[in-house]
């Protein structure tokens, strides 16, 4: 776009505040050679990120790059083989750091942009290990940066002590009768006692240096020559060490060179979005709607240059004229108009919010022209109006559909009837090219030009008489006055001199004004009914815009509950899925039962519907702790546990477990787990008839009930690996009961091979247990040794 329009524009001022607003050199670059696209794609997308940019930073002010240096010299010198300086690493790992965190920030980012920026952030979080291992945080390099620098470094340190101790012998008591002082000092980088040149005979050495008047010889003795030759050693080794680490580690940053400077890109991008994020919030700046054709809307537009207290105005042009002329009295603030207009412009295609209230609206222009301030030159032999004219030249042949053209005191600096005519004939021009036009002007002519021309329109700055000072609003559809006879009457001149003044105004010249008085107050009732009509539309359209922000706002929520539903129904196929996994290994093992199977099906159903488990069960009667009960031979009980139901038939001594009988069936169940069966009476006292016919009813239905519910619950097989003998026993008694009660055909008892006791007491119980047909070692698939098979 047009670089001169740009300049007088003020918009490099923009661009200096914005550039002052970033961290570090890489987005000071961005800021600084920011310039306003012509392209909509490309202007949408920056406005895209100034307002991603400015929502993060109100959510979360403290994200940034802080830490972060201009690192691309030192990859640049990497990539070329070149070695890095430790400053240079430093810069690297700081970098590094502040990447990491901006990368955290953003990894859960749900803002498109700044998420897609933040996949550009690479860590690297070997290569800052690397560095933290091998530098201090003032850039000395680390004993740890190599296997051999520890070791080396110490060299030098025995080595310095070594020699240091030497000189200090010499230097207290064989040579200090024939030293200057008795100091030990350097000279080329080798220790040296200074002597008296009279002793010189007395101190074998080297002499590296003497003093200006030639009465001290620098000395290094004889006796400490190979010391101080095995510490320039060590030194040496130490410093070949060093270099050769400084080429490991700038290697390193060569190999990761194309991913440091993109990160450096997304991060310098980054800090030009905050920049921009940042002036928006210093302006109080918003987002202007992107209008579909030429047609500007400028609502309490500000200039971001002025300051203190700045009165807001309103510029509409596009919509039924393209032409704005723009008339009244010096500093009233024409031409800050005229600037306003461009500058926001400008700085709307540049990706910025522009001062002005929410609901302006900013085309994307082709290109932007102004001419505005004095253009004379005495080193080009211009005068003003030759300097506007040569200007306006260039706008001419430029100006077309899509372009902005600004003109200050259009036609000014010459004749006024030639000026006011020329100005009028390129007016006309501009209007024919379809360009929006501008213009500010003190002549008559253009005022009655833009009351009478159809796709123009005047506009007038106010001005109070009676402060004589400019209330810089501006008022559309009326012509300004310049009040040049007001404002001298003001200001003291004799009256009888304004009098005459306006005196030798012609006849046509006071209609002429008194006619734009009638037309100023007719336009200006107009213009408020107009006002009240765009204020009501504009209300209407900001409902509108609500109305589709609450749309999209509950098309987002239904999204994330179709979200949130899916992400749940996935989980709940990862847990039927586990539970039928579950359920596959218990088969496996033999170890499935109907009530494991059915509690299995119960899960998945709860699972798969969403609900919790519900409790369809009876709770058992619970006797009262607090009294015992004492049962008898011949009481009616059931178990809680197993369900079993018939009348006591024994009771072993000590009253712990009890046998039940029902049906031809015993089973012995631990007393404490008994309760009344539903219908008994609390004792056998008087009632043994009644029980033992109530037995004899129920017996063959409550045998049934009994295999039906042990059958339920008794697995097909017993893994008794790991117990102790009388354990063993204890537990293979109860289960043969229960298998036998559930009329299991067969068993398997597992007991593994071992030392063959527990093998070989199992089958010696099983085959004497009153319920077992036969019993036999398990054959191949069944365990071999390891298991024993019973016959029920």
């Known amino acids: 776009m047009d670089a001169r ?5 003020e918009f490099p001022l923009v661009r200096e505040r914005l550039a002052a607003g970033t961290s570090f050199p890489p987005s000071q670059r961005l800021a600084e050679s920011l310039e306003p696209s012509a392209d909509p794609v490309v202007v949408a997308r920056r406005l895209d990120e100034t307002d991603q940019a400015r929502a993060l930073l109100s959510e979360r002010p403290g994200v940034g790059i802080g830490g972060a240096h201009d690192i691309a010299p030192g990859v640049d010198r990497a990539a070329r083989g070149g070695r890095l300086e430790p400053e240079q690493f430093l810069g690297i790992a700081d970098t590094l750091d502040a990447a990491a965190r901006l990368a955290t920030s953003l990894a859960d980012e749900r803002r498109s942009l700044l998420r897609d920026l933040g996949r550009e952030l690479h860590p690297l979080p070997a290569v800052r290990s690397t560095l933290a291992r091998s530098f201090d945080p003032v850039g000395e390099l680390l004993d740890t940066a190599s296997p051999r620098l520890g070791g080396l470094r110490a060299a030098v340190r025995v080595a310095y002590d070594r020699l240091r101790r030497r000189l200090d012998a010499l230097v207290g008591a064989e040579l200090g009768s024939a030293l200057q002082d008795p100091i ?3 000279r080329n980088g080798r220790y040296v006692v200074p002597v008296k040149a009279e002793a010189r005979s007395r101190v074998k050495g080297i002499v590296h240096d003497a003093s200006g008047s030639g009465q001290t010889l620098f000395i290094e003795p004889l006796v400490a020559v190979e010391l101080g030759n095995a510490w320039r050693e060590a030194q040496a080794a130490e410093h070949e060490e060093v270099g050769r680490i400084l080429d490991e580690l700038s290697a390193l940053i060569a190999v990761n060179s194309a991913a440091l400077r993109e990160t450096l890109d997304a991060m310098a991008r980054f800090d030009l979005w905050a920049a921009k994020a940042s002036l928006a919030a210093d302006m109080d700046a918003t987002r202007a709607q992107t209008a579909e054709r030429p047609e500007v809307v400028l609502l309490s537009a500000r200039h971001p240059g002025l300051t203190g207290r700045v009165v807001p105005i309103d510029i509409r042009i596009g919509d039924g004229y393209t032409a704005l002329v723009v008339t009244g009295p010096n500093t009233g603030g024409k031409t800050v108009t005229l600037r306003t207009l461009g500058l926001l412009s400008l700085m709307h295609q540049a990706g910025l919010h522009i001062p002005a209230e929410a609901g302006s609206k900013l085309p994307v222009w082709r290109d932007v022209f102004a001419d505005i301030g004095d253009e004379q030159s005495v080193a080009q032999s ?3 109006f030759s300097g506007h004219l040569r200007r306006i030249t260039t706008i001419v042949a430029e100006a077309g559909p899509d372009t902005l053209v600004l003109l200050d005191e259009l036609g000014a600096g010459t004749d006024p009837t030639e000026g006011s005519a020329l100005a009028q004939a390129l007016l006309d021009h501009f209007i024919r090219a ?27 700055v106010e001005f109070d008489l009676d402060t004589l000072s400019p209330t810089y609003r501006l008022t559309i559809g009326l012509p300004g006055g310049s009040q040049a006879f007001a404002i001298a009457e003001r200001l003291g001149l004799p009256q009888a001199i304004v009098e005459d003044a306006r005196s030798r105004l ?3 010249q006071r209609s002429f004004e008194a006619t734009l008085a009638a037309i100023r107050e007719t336009e200006g009732e107009t213009s408020e009914a107009l006002e009240r009509a765009r204020s009501a539309e504009q209300r209407a359209d900001e409902a509108l815009r609500t109305a589709q922000e609450e749309r999209r706002r509950a098309r987002r929520e239904r999204d994330e509950q179709v979200g949130a539903a899916r992400k749940e129904a996935e989980q709940i196929v990862t847990q039927l899925r586990d539970e039928l996994a579950a359920t596959r290994r218990m088969l496996e093992r033999e170890t499935v039962t109907a009530a494991s199977l059915d509690a299995a099906m119960s899960r998945a159903e709860t699972i798969a519907a969403g609900l919790p488990v519900p409790e369809t069960g009876v709770e058992e009667p619970v006797p009262d702790a607090a009294v015992p009960r004492t049962w008898k031979v011949g009481d009616r ?7 079993w139901e018939g009348r006591i038939a024994a009771l072993e001594k000590g009253g712990r477990r009890a046998t039940l009988e029902a049906g031809g069936l ?3 169940v631990e007393v404490d787990d008994l309760v009344p069966a539903l219908g008994a009476p609390t004792s056998v006292g008087g009632g043994t008839g009644r029980g033992a016919a109530a037995s004899a009813s129920s017996a063959s239905s409550n045998a049934a009930s009994l295999r039906l519910e042990r059958a339920r619950s008794v697995a097909s097989s017993l893994d008794l690996r790991g117990a102790r003998v009388e354990e063993a026993l204890e537990t293979l008694d109860r289960y043969l009961d229960d298998a036998g009660v559930a009329g299991l055909g067969s068993a398997t008892i597992i007991h593994g091979l071992g030392t063959g006791a527990l093998r070989d007491a199992v089958r010696a119980a099983a085959g004497a247990h009153p319920l077992v047909r036969s019993v036999r070692p398990g054959e191949r698939g069944e365990g071999g040794d390891g298991a024993t098979v019973v016959t029920l």
Do not use: D, F, M, P
């Not at 329009?5 to 524009?9: D, G, M, T, V």
């Not at 009980?637 to 369900?643: D, Q, V």
């Open 434 to 460: 379809g360009a929006i036009v501008a213009a500010t002007t003190h002549y008559a002519e253009l005022k009655a030009y833009a009351h009478t021309t159809e796709g123009a329109r005047n506009a007038a």
């Open 506 to 508: 012609t006849e046509a």
């Open 5 to 9: 329009s740009q300049a007088l524009l």
């Open 382 to 384: 211009l005068s003003t």
């Open 666 to 668: 015993r089973v012995t």
């Open 184 to 186: 030990v000092t350097l």
């Open 637 to 643: 009980a059931r178990s809680r546990s197993g369900g």
